[in-house]
């Protein structure tokens, strides 16, 4: 019964993913169009849309781009320098955390795209092999881009690499500790995550996909934010601006991960585990509840006056990207989706980053809270408008992988499970004295 709820699963997330995918290239191509690419001979405009970074027009741009052979182009005018305000010392740059920067993912190329904007990048990784390589591909990467940009030498910044498990809650404690001294964090962006991987359990007995996409994210948010709050009088008069961005997935499937117990703990073998649990289902639980609760942080920023005049939270899917997420997944036919010809129905993460850096950096979005963003696109304005109407917020159209709109609204919209989600995170977190409690109270 299990192989067969398995393979249902998974012929499910497949036909879901292209369905996505292709809403995506529409968004892309016919509504918003191709703002990542530079336009040969045009100066750049806001009125446009175009992005802080963008591809030369001399770039190649087909799904196999890397850092070995693309080419950039940085709209200068079009970064929120309020960003730089309130550094240490006039010679300091502002500092980014990026969580999932190993090579080759989109991470790695948000890191990269920062640090060649000035800001010196706290990059996460799981493992030090990870970190090892992408520091190395960073370097070259930086170096190569140094060349084909006199103007950029001496203005980059550089990666501090760190390594934790972003599913182990004391881990991120940790990394937390660490973080915290650096009195320069600008921008915050959780990008790291599991793609409908193998069943395994976290150190705290949580499935891992759950606790690496939300709890262990929703704990460095939350972290970052109560030493702010703690620290409050220490800040100068002008108070540094802050950013956070939670890179999220438009097709997160059904799930409402309010009904029964979100912080499941397996105590069950993990034999037992691997052979009943819908790998699928979990993922989509996953990003539902990541979604959740950046929607209910940016509204807890919004009302919170010690937060709301120089923080701002926005999630952004940028897109179906091409990755390692598939490789190590260990799906069935994971060559084949893999291939060349299937990767036409996705994204190089070069492109992919573009659009989560115009998102942390662009002036054009220095208010800007609690929006979703799809490929470029702000949903928010016609999302406010289908919050209005209880009928088309339930409908079966809205709720389809065709919708172009904030994903699965019944759902991700209702402040209601946005609530819930924001009682039972606090909750877990502060009964396992992650958090104090009072401050987010």
Same mark, same amino acid.
């Given at each position: 019964m299990h192989i067969l709820a398995e393979f249902i699963g998974y012929v499910n997330f497949l036909l879901h993913g292209i369905l996505v995918s292709l809403v995506d290239f529409y968004i892309m191509f016919i509504h918003v169009g191709l703002v990542w690419k530079r336009r040969r001979d045009r100066h750049p405009s806001m009125e446009r849309r175009d992005l802080v970074m963008q591809l030369a027009p001399q770039s190649p741009q087909h799904s196999r781009l890397s850092s070995s052979d693309m080419i950039l182009s940085l709209n200068e005018s079009f970064l929120?320098?309020?960003?730089?305000?309130?550094?240490n010392a006039s010679w300091d740059q502002p500092t980014a955390i990026v969580t999932g920067v190993s090579y080759g993912s989109m991470g790695f190329?948000?890191?990269?795209?920062? !640090?060649?904007?000035?800001?010196?990048?706290?990059?996460?990784?799981?493992?030090?092999? *990870?970190?090892s390589h992408a520091e190395r591909m960073m370097q070259f990467a930086v170096e190569r881009q140094c060349r084909l940009h006199k103007e950029w030498v001496g203005k980059t910044?550089?990666?501090?690499?760190?390594?934790?498990?972003? *599913?182990?809650?004391?881990?991120?404690?940790?990394?937390?500790?660490?973080?915290?001294?650096?009195?320069? !964090?600008?921008?915050?962006?959780?990008?790291?995550?599991?793609?409908?991987?193998?069943?395994?359990? *976290?150190?705290?007995?949580?499935e891992e996909q759950f606790a690496t996409q939300h709890v262990g994210h929703s704990l460095l948010?939350?972290?970052?934010?109560?030493?702010?709050?703690?620290?409050?009088?220490f800040y100068t008069s002008v108070r540094p601006n802050w950013r956070f961005v939670v890179v999220s997935c438009?097709?997160?499937?059904?799930?409402?991960?309010?009904?029964?117990?979100? @912080?499941d703990t397996y105590d069950k073998g993990d034999a037992d585990f691997r052979s009943t649990f819908n790998r699928y289902d979990g993922w989509s639980r996953a990003e539902m509840c990541k979604l959740l609760f950046a929607f209910a942080l940016s509204r807890y920023v919004e009302h919170d006056i010690r937060l709301a005049p120089f923080c701002t939270v926005n999630v952004l899917h940028p897109g179906p990207t091409r990755s390692r997420a598939i490789a190590n997944?260990?799906?069935?036919?994971?060559? !084949?989706?893999d291939n060349d010809i299937l990767a036409l129905l996705r994204l190089s993460p070069v492109i992919s980053a573009l659009y989560v850096t115009d998102t942390c950096l662009s002036?054009?979005?220095?208010?800007?809270?609690?929006?979703?963003?799809r490929m470029g696109d702000d949903q928010t304005v016609f999302s406010a408008t289908l919050r209005k109407d209880a009928g088309a917020i339930a409908s079966l159209w809205v709720n389809s992988p065709f919708f172009t709109g904030t994903p699965l609204p019944a759902v991700s919209m209702s402040t209601?499970?946005?609530?819930?989600?924001?009682? @039972?995170?606090? *909750?877990?977190?502060?009964?396992?004295?992650?958090?104090?409690?009072? !401050?987010?109270?």
């Amino acid at each position: 019964m299990h192989i067969l709820a398995e393979f249902i699963g998974y012929v499910n997330f497949l036909l879901h993913g292209i369905l996505v995918s292709l809403v995506d290239f529409y968004i892309m191509f016919i509504h918003v169009g191709l703002v990542w690419k530079r336009r040969r001979d045009r100066h750049p405009s806001m009125e446009r849309r175009d992005l802080v970074m963008q591809l030369a027009p001399q770039s190649p741009q087909h799904s196999r781009l890397s850092s070995s052979d693309m080419i950039l182009s940085l709209n200068e005018s079009f970064l929120d320098r309020a960003l730089w305000k309130g550094l240490n010392a006039s010679w300091d740059q502002p500092t980014a955390i990026v969580t999932g920067v190993s090579y080759g993912s989109m991470g790695f190329y948000v890191a990269l795209n920062l !640090i060649l904007c000035g800001f010196n990048v706290h990059g996460v990784c799981r493992t030090f092999k *990870s970190v090892s390589h992408a520091e190395r591909m960073m370097q070259f990467a930086v170096e190569r881009q140094c060349r084909l940009h006199k103007e950029w030498v001496g203005k980059t910044g550089r990666l501090i690499s760190h390594v934790c498990d972003m *599913s182990d809650t004391v881990a991120v404690s940790n990394l937390c500790a660490v973080l915290l001294r650096d009195m320069n !964090i600008r921008l915050v962006v959780c990008a790291a995550g599991y793609m409908a991987t193998p069943p395994r359990l *976290s150190p705290q007995r949580l499935e891992e996909q759950f606790a690496t996409q939300h709890v262990g994210h929703s704990l460095l948010m939350l972290r970052l934010l109560q030493h702010r709050i703690q620290h409050m009088k220490f800040y100068t008069s002008v108070r540094p601006n802050w950013r956070f961005v939670v890179v999220s997935c438009a097709f997160p499937g059904g799930t409402d991960p309010t009904q029964g117990n979100m @912080f499941d703990t397996y105590d069950k073998g993990d034999a037992d585990f691997r052979s009943t649990f819908n790998r699928y289902d979990g993922w989509s639980r996953a990003e539902m509840c990541k979604l959740l609760f950046a929607f209910a942080l940016s509204r807890y920023v919004e009302h919170d006056i010690r937060l709301a005049p120089f923080c701002t939270v926005n999630v952004l899917h940028p897109g179906p990207t091409r990755s390692r997420a598939i490789a190590n997944s260990r799906l069935p036919l994971a060559g !084949i989706l893999d291939n060349d010809i299937l990767a036409l129905l996705r994204l190089s993460p070069v492109i992919s980053a573009l659009y989560v850096t115009d998102t942390c950096l662009s002036k054009r979005l220095d208010n800007t809270n609690g929006h979703f963003f799809r490929m470029g696109d702000d949903q928010t304005v016609f999302s406010a408008t289908l919050r209005k109407d209880a009928g088309a917020i339930a409908s079966l159209w809205v709720n389809s992988p065709f919708f172009t709109g904030t994903p699965l609204p019944a759902v991700s919209m209702s402040t209601c499970k946005q609530d819930a989600v924001w009682r @039972f995170t606090l *909750s877990y977190l502060t009964s396992h004295a992650l958090l104090e409690a009072k !401050i987010f109270c």
